[in-house]
């Protein structure tokens, strides 16, 4: 019995890349492509402004003296550039993310109501928990594992390009590339995704109930809700009776139900990864980042995350849509 | 033969409407069953209290199951057919036999394709680019090849034409109805369906108004075409119904003694459309 369960999960979440392949695999995919084709662009047009001008960046082997010169201080600093160029390969891939799973989650059972199908979906045997669970191994399992991936491999392809271009002007690209850390960012990349799928959930969770219960308009009231409520809260100061600032319910209430599921959102809530930083990329270790499982905020937003979703399988089993 | 659906006391209201009143039937084993009213009379709500996608009050029992708390046993042996065009309009062909084939555990995916190869339907197409006929041909195709003990259609060939409508019941009459199985199903073009139904049901205003088998319709009602000379004398007898053709007057009796009827004209059986029209008299004034 388990093991067809598993077999109709499977099938379910397939399903849900069919209907969305668009955003879970064409947008990651044409986002980094277009990145690294601008980043290309941007490389060509230096080098024939460059050689206009006469300007020859290291051609008599300048910049590779410069290298070689380099004290190790020096050293980490190239590699750490290079390591954050292959991250912002990877943002622009996440920003979309965060995007495409914002409105997949608010439309995944909005949209089948709306047009009808949700009949022909309930008309097989499967459970609504299944299927709502399936939409949430979706929007926080597929879409960021496919996102991740890709995000990878554009980074790979971006620290290539910039090596590529500077043996050009005579560097040694082996040298360059084993300052560089790409094992280590793409471990880190992979490791978040645990993180995120947990950070994620009650963002997931709430706009996933929206579209299980909204008659219209989910994005309307998946925004208006919350924000009605801060202002509410922050008007009649109703925070203070529990000794916190109004603020404290934007960040911790109305940001954690809709912008969840941005990837990075948890760095931002947390105004000590920033810090621990100190300009480095250190937060972006796994070490550090994993200090997040010690969050209240993180465990509490599972557990709310949770209910709401145990609201929207509720909601898809008994609204009645007349 | 046994009961695959019961309803005792079946109820359901919405804010300010009673959808079904207190209902009681059955529903016997290989049968087709037509469940017939004017809008807004019940019809959905019953079905969908059937299928479990309402809450409801009173007892229903159907293959034994509660549809409210075992909806997922119960899907197992039950297939419907909503209406048409509820298939998701991104699928593909090839997608919605194979997400079927997987996650149904009686599907016949040998049987599906063998329907689908007798319409011009291709695996790559999607039912967006399909016309309405054709999404009803892949529907069925994929409902019967489903060996389903309940088969519930609710108005399935709604806005389509007559070719397809045609073809729609005549598949599912030669291809998959047998003693085995039981459908039941809602329209409102009762005449094409008349001659396919074993059992007639009319639902008004949230109440069953008749529940029959064909074979008692043809006991229990009759229609006499009477001269005008012995129209007062069949008036006297209290027809359901009155109407007018040729001069002549045409009654609809219910339970009137055969002998009776026959000396005032000649009589046949009414057309179940005739019998829901005199039956429903006065539901919209």
């Not at chain 2, 009137?256 to 539901?283: H, I, N, Q, Y």
Request: net charge neutral; glycine share 8%; with cysteine.
């Amino acid at each position: 019995m388990k093991s067809l369960a598993g077999k109709d999960m499977y099938w379910l979440v397939k399903r849900e890349f069919w209907e969305h392949r668009g955003g879970f695999l064409w947008a990651p995919l044409v986002t980094g492509g277009i990145f690294l084709l601008l980043n290309l662009m941007g490389i060509i047009t230096a080098e024939v402004i460059g050689a206009r001008h006469g300007i020859t960046i290291g051609a008599s082997g300048n910049l590779q003296r410069v290298i070689s010169q380099m004290d190790a201080g020096d050293m980490s600093q190239v590699g750490l550039a290079l390591d954050v160029a292959m991250y912002s390969s990877m943002a622009l891939i996440f920003v979309v993310l965060g995007f495409v799973v914002f409105f997949y989650c608010l439309g995944a059972i909005y949209d089948e109501r709306r047009d009808r199908s949700i009949l022909f979906w309930k008309s097989l045997p499967l459970s609504d928990s299944e299927t709502v669970l399936s939409k949430v191994v979706s929007a926080t399992l597929v879409a960021p594992v496919i996102a991740t991936l890709a995000g990878i491999a554009a980074g790979i392809l971006q620290l290539l390009m910039v090596a590529v271009t500077l043996s050009f002007h005579g560097i040694n690209v082996w040298q360059l590339l084993m300052l560089a850390h790409p094992a280590r960012v793409t471990l880190n990349m992979l490791g978040h995704i645990p993180l995120y799928l947990l950070w994620a959930l009650p963002s997931v969770g709430w706009l996933l109930a929206c579209s299980a219960w909204a008659r219209t308009k989910p994005f309307l009231w998946a925004i208006a809700l919350p924000v009605a409520t801060g202002l509410l809260v922050t008007w009649f100061g109703i925070m203070g009776l529990f000794n916190l600032s109004a603020g404290w319910f934007w960040q911790n209430v109305v940001a954690r139900a809709l912008f969840s599921a941005f990837p990075g959102a948890s760095l931002v809530a947390d105004d000590d990864f920033i810090h621990t930083g100190n300009n480095n990329l250190d937060f972006m270790n796994l070490g550090n980042a994993y200090r997040l499982l010690g969050s209240v905020n993180l465990w509490v937003g599972v557990v709310v995350g949770a209910a709401l979703i145990a609201a929207a399988i509720w909601f898809r089993r008994w609204r009645d849509e007349g | 033969m046994s009961a695959i659906v019961t309803a005792r006391n079946l109820s359901k209201r919405y804010k300010n409407a009673t959808a079904l009143d207190a209902v009681n039937f059955e529903i016997q084993s290989g049968r087709i069953v037509g469940l017939i009213g004017p809008n807004g009379a019940g019809k959905t709500t019953a079905l969908k209290a059937i299928l479990g996608l309402t809450p409801f009050d009173g007892e229903l029992s159907v293959l034994g199951y509660d549809p409210r708390t075992q909806r997922g046993k119960l899907m197992e042996q039950v297939c419907f057919i909503a209406d048409v065009a509820v298939l998701p309009r991104w699928i593909r062909v090839r997608e919605a036999v194979d997400f079927v084939a997987h996650v149904h555990p009686r599907f016949d995916r040998a049987k599906c394709e063998a329907f689908l190869k007798r319409t011009k339907l291709t695996p790559d197409q999607r039912v967006r680019q399909m016309s309405k006929g054709m999404i009803v041909q892949l529907h069925l195709a994929l409902v019967m090849a489903i060996d389903a003990r309940l088969l519930v259609l609710d108005e399935p060939t709604l806005g389509l034409d007559i070719l397809y409508r045609k073809q729609f019941y005549q598949s599912l009459l030669e291809d998959y109805f047998d003693e085995n199985k039981t459908i039941i199903v809602t329209t409102h073009q009762v005449e094409e369906i008349e001659h396919i139904l074993t059992d007639l049901m009319f639902i008004r205003d949230g109440k069953i108004v008749l529940d029959t088998d064909m074979e008692a319709v043809g006991d229990r009602f009759a229609e006499v075409m009477v001269n005008a000379d012995k129209a007062a004398a069949a008036r006297a007898l209290h027809p359901l119904d009155e109407r007018q053709v040729f001069g002549k007057s045409i009654f609809l009796f219910d339970g009137a003694d055969r002998a009776t009827l026959e000396s005032l004209g000649e009589t046949r059986r009414p057309s179940v459309s005739d019998l829901f029209v005199a039956t429903m008299k006065g539901t919209y004034a």
